[in-house]
């Protein structure tokens, strides 16, 4: 019986030894597999984080763009303002040299004409006076 007994448990005993290497393989797997799922599940996590950036990434650029196409747009239009300003300041000031011109130059002509007459007066003192003296130095 002995014999009968050391044959039935070499192989029950080669059974469990091949169920406990099986097993333990089976253990080292599992934690691969759950680490290779866990892995997986942070890749589409990751996957998710890097579209929802690449939108907000899409948008931002997007938004920056019209920025930069208002202030281009500003940009004109304050040069346009200022040019604008420019040209009405030298019109004014060349309408006010003109006006200041025209008034200097028609004060200008009437102190000639007034200069005129006075010298038209004296002469016709110095007539005056030339023909009194005459008949003084007559006498």
């Known amino acids: 019986m002995t014999s009968r007994r050391c044959a039935w448990v070499f192989p029950a005993a080669s059974v469990i030894f091949v169920a406990a290497l099986t097993a333990g393989c089976q253990r080292e ?3 691969n597999e759950k680490q290779a799922r866990l892995l997986a599940a942070q890749n589409v996590e990751l996957k998710g ?3 929802a950036q690449e939108a907000q990434i899409k948008t ?8 930069i196409q208002a202030q281009g747009e500003l940009l004109a239009q304050y ?3 200022n040019e604008t300003l ?4 030298r019109d004014g000031i060349a309408a006010r040299v003109e006006d200041v011109t025209a ?5 200008n002509a009437k102190l000639r004409r007034e200069i005129e007459q006075l010298r038209a007066e004296v002469e016709k003192l110095k007539e005056q006076i030339a023909v009194k003296a005459r008949p ?3 006498r």
């Open 29 to 31: 797997q599992a934690p």
């Open 49 to 51: 984080r890097i579209a």
């Open 60 to 67: 931002l650029r997007q938004e920056h763009a019209e920025k």
């Open 79 to 81: 040069k346009n303002q």
């Open 86 to 89: 420019r040209k009405d300041l």
């Open 103 to 107: 008034a200097v130059m028609n004060e």
């Open 136 to 138: 003084l130095e007559d």
